[in-house]
């Protein structure tokens, strides 16, 4: 059996200016990393510098650049909001939808990640799909319905293959900056539960296909042991892809 595709995906949120991130993402590139077929790097940079970026990049295998997210809507009297088709059009592959900062501070619903990832899926543009629970639920015991509601109600609408084109990110939200850590044990545990409500829907063939990033304060020094997990294939990784040397470890962290 093939290995799940395994990505290292840096998600710089709102941080650097134009020539801090050309200088970082040189950085980074320096590691010049052997990757092999299933390994994958995506850049998730803020819309300013996908070009830019994107250029920069230039025909590397297996790196890629992301959008940090899309509009629920096609074209419109939509101001400030950018379009999947926009994104396509300047050749973007990637765009994180359902962040937990856009659930958190803009209100978003599953139902309007779940019509993000159809305007993604229709300009031929992978999703980064964000689950994940607060602390209170985490503390209620309550973290497998409240991830699995996520799931069914922006994800089950899909036909299994367009099921195959989703890379999803688990994010167990008490953990990030919140100074509580999830084991290994707690992330693999999660990400299995997450493989197997959909094994339930679409049953294993495709359940086993899908890689489930990990997204909760992956770092330089615990990455190594985060990835070996059976159930984790890379991370969505904030501030330490903001420091070139840390995300070129964890790069070097993926299932090989």
């Given amino acids: 059996m093939l290995m799940r595709k395994q990505i290292a995906a840096a998600n710089w949120k709102m941080n650097g200016t134009a020539q801090q991130a050309e200088k970082l993402l040189s950085e980074v590139l320096s590691g010049n990393i052997d990757f ?57 592959k990637y765009c994180i939808v359902g ?6 501070y803009f209100g978003e619903t599953n139902m309007q990640i779940a019509r993000k990832i159809d305007m993604l899926l229709n300009n031929d543009i992978t999703p980064i799909f964000c689950c994940g629970e607060p602390l209170d639920v985490r503390e209620a015991g309550n973290q497998d319905k409240h991830v699995q509601t996520q ?14 084109k989703i890379t ?49 304060s992956v770092k330089a020094n615990n990455a190594a042991e985060i990835f ?6 890379g991370g969505l990784v904030g501030g330490a892809s903001l420091i070139a040397r840390d995300f070129i470890q964890i790069i070097r962290a993926l299932k090989s």
């Fill in 168 to 216: 999803i990110a688990y994010e167990p939200i008490w953990a990030i900056g919140t100074g509580k850590t999830a084991t290994t044990q707690q992330a693999q545990d999660m990400q299995a539960y997450l493989r197997l409500v959909i094994e339930k829907r679409y049953g294993n063939e495709i359940a086993s296909q899908i890689s489930i990033l990990y997204g909760g």
């Fill in 228 to 233: 070996a997990a059976p159930d984790v294939d």
């Fill in 36 to 92: 092999k077929d299933h390994q994958y790097v995506i850049f998730s940079v803020p819309f300013p510098f996908l070009q830019q970026v994107n250029q920069q990049l230039g025909n590397r295998p297996n790196h890629f650049i992301s959008a940090q997210n899309c509009s629920e809507h096609a074209s419109g009297a939509y101001t400030g909001e950018v379009s999947a088709e926009m994104l396509k059009s300047i050749g973007i």
């Fill in 151 to 164: 799931i069914e109600e922006s994800l089950f609408h899909l036909s299994a293959n367009d099921l195959l």
């Fill in 99 to 104: 962040h937990s900062e856009r659930r958190e």
